[in-house]
């Protein structure tokens, strides 16, 4: 007990030391991104109603202002979906029946809170989901013709973002998702995009020789066979941002990517020219780094900084995975850092935020966020409950 009064003490002090946020933030004008990711794993969330509510409340005291709750993973949606239905796709809701995307939102905005769905899985799908199953010629191949890769998630297939039906896909499901909900926003990660070995599937072949009048390259890391796929998802996600800014042009377009050059030259994600294009309006880098050394590296890049000056821009920092949470100290110091490089920060995930540590009570963990997070900084104005 005394170990763990003397790291809160010791905490509380180093939280103190940090310059204001509004100091920080300087000329931009932006709030400071206070978010988190609701996940699967946050099993009590999904399969309770009042632990939603006071666990939503509780986020607000602490003057977060923004959550992601995940909507498409595994295959599968967090809702009732006529799209997902159409295609063959069943429907797992919550254990109590009720829809939990609904209860979020409103919970959500009662407390303040911006609530933007999360589209986790982009482009990715497990091999063994009915959407992959059912929908074989939607997905690409390497140039040996192998069709699943390894992931965060395990054993994945890719859908072939070149296809217009799968274009047509997930643009029905990203519309469904914003018109039947009043939520603020979506939210694209590193799955919107397409490992370089994939793109050898017989549609997107054909579609190159048609615009360049050859074969794709064999290296899969030729420049030129990069950039034109790189470009195709980028023209995807500009028509995807034109459907939805038609439909409320204050809705916010949101992309969780990986650090640029990991982004481009491993998946295809040129979310740079994306920031450049105008079409993203909030941006959080992945930067799920095991020491601060390395997280701050990827802080102070031409990329990350131009693009706050532009957009409200932050980091994401891994507070832990199942059973195995990040110490406090570390999230608390990454935090200072980011604010540093004015930067706001976005954890990655719920449940791991206040799971308990032999030497970290949820409640000593709580008092550092409440102490980092002191002064309440509201974003955009949110939906009407």
Not at 359 to 364: A, F, G, I
Request: with cysteine.
């Amino acid at each position: 007990m005394k170990k763990i009064v003397i790291l809160f003490i010791i905490s509380l002090l180093m939280v103190l030391t940090l310059p204001q946020p509004s100091k920080i933030w300087g000329q931009t004008s932006f709030a400071e991104i206070r978010g988190v990711w609701i996940t699967k794993n946050d099993s009590d969330i999904w399969l309770d109603t009042p632990k939603l509510e006071s666990s939503i409340q509780e986020l607000a005291q602490l003057n977060f202002n923004t959550i992601y709750p995940v909507v498409w993973n595994s295959g599968y949606v967090s809702y009732d979906s006529a799209v997902a239905k159409r295609v063959g796709i069943p429907i797992i809701k919550a254990g109590n029946n009720k829809d939990m995307i609904a209860e979020i939102t409103y919970q959500g905005h009662l407390n303040r809170l911006l609530v933007v769905p999360w589209f986790e899985f982009g482009f990715m799908a497990p091999p063994s989901s009915e959407l992959a199953l059912k929908h074989p010629r939607w997905l690409t191949n390497r140039r040996d013709g192998s069709k699943i890769g390894n992931s965060a998630a395990g054993q994945v297939v890719w859908l072939n973002p070149f296809h217009p039906q799968v274009q047509q896909f997930i643009t029905d499901l990203v519309l469904e998702i914003c018109t039947r909900y009043r939520v603020d926003g979506i939210q694209f990660d590193d799955h919107m995009a397409l490992p370089r070995d994939f793109g050898y599937d017989p549609y997107t072949v054909n579609l190159y020789k048609q615009e360049t009048k050859k074969n794709p390259p064999a290296n899969p890391q030729d420049r030129e066979w990069v950039k034109w796929r790189a470009d195709k998802i980028t023209d995807f996600m500009v028509r995807l941002n034109t459907l939805l800014k038609q439909r409320n042009p204050n809705f916010i377009f949101s992309v969780a990517p990986n650090p640029y050059s990991t982004a481009y030259n491993l998946f295809l994600q040129d979310w740079k020219r994306w920031v450049n294009l105008g079409i993203v309006d909030e941006l959080i880098i992945q930067v799920y780094r095991p020491d601060l050394n390395s997280f701050v590296r990827e802080l102070n890049v031409p990329e990350v900084q131009n693009a706050r000056k532009k957009i409200p821009t932050g980091v994401a920092i891994l507070t832990g995975l199942r059973n195995n949470p990040s110490p406090i100290t570390l999230i608390e110091d990454k935090v200072r850092q980011a604010r540093r490089y004015r930067l706001g920060v976005s954890f990655f995930y719920y449940e791991t935020l206040w799971i308990e540590k032999p030497t970290e009570t949820p409640d000593l963990r709580k008092a550092v966020v409440r102490a980092l997070f002191y002064n309440p900084q509201p974003r955009f104005p949110v939906s009407k409950i």
